[in-house]
């Protein structure tokens, strides 16, 4: 059993910064690669940023490029996403998932995801 927690949401303005947590507690040893999806309002969940739990290889979404950082840390069993320079459409609620099913930049889609976290909402006003 694996569970995911997520935490680090909040309200902020535009071209603020935000720094995501997600916990893993449970048989951890499986995820291949984690990642971090949103869903906003009336949209459905979307990729946004992927990591290997084997080595620190990295993917993004077009739209976060340069401006968003996923990275873990092995020993606590955490994965993070830094958001930097924030925008309004960027407001969502944040999903941290792993899959133990596919590994790599390959691992985009939300079926490919066997373990989910309840969400974070991240709010950028304008």
């Known amino acids: 059993q694996v569970q995911l927690a997520e935490s680090g949401g909040g309200l902020v303005q535009a071209g603020d910064s935000l720094r995501l947590s997600c916990a893993a507690s449970g048989r951890t040893s499986s995820f291949y690669t984690m990642g971090w999806f949103r869903q906003a309002p009336g949209k459905e969940r979307e990729f946004v940023a992927g990591?290997?739990?084997?080595?620190?290889?990295?993917y993004y979404t077009d739209s976060v490029k340069g401006r968003f950082t996923i990275s873990r840390d092995n020993a606590k069993n955490t994965l993070y996403l830094e958001m930097n320079s924030l925008k309004p459409e960027d407001t969502a609620v944040y999903y941290c998932?792993?899959?133990?099913?596919?590994?790599?930049?390959?691992?985009?889609?939300?079926?490919?995801?066997?373990?989910w976290g309840q969400g974070t909402q991240v709010t950028v006003s304008s």
């Open positions: 998932a792993g899959t133990s099913n596919c590994l790599g930049d390959g691992c985009r889609r939300v079926g490919q995801f066997n373990y």
């Open positions: 990591i290997r739990w084997d080595v620190p290889v990295t």
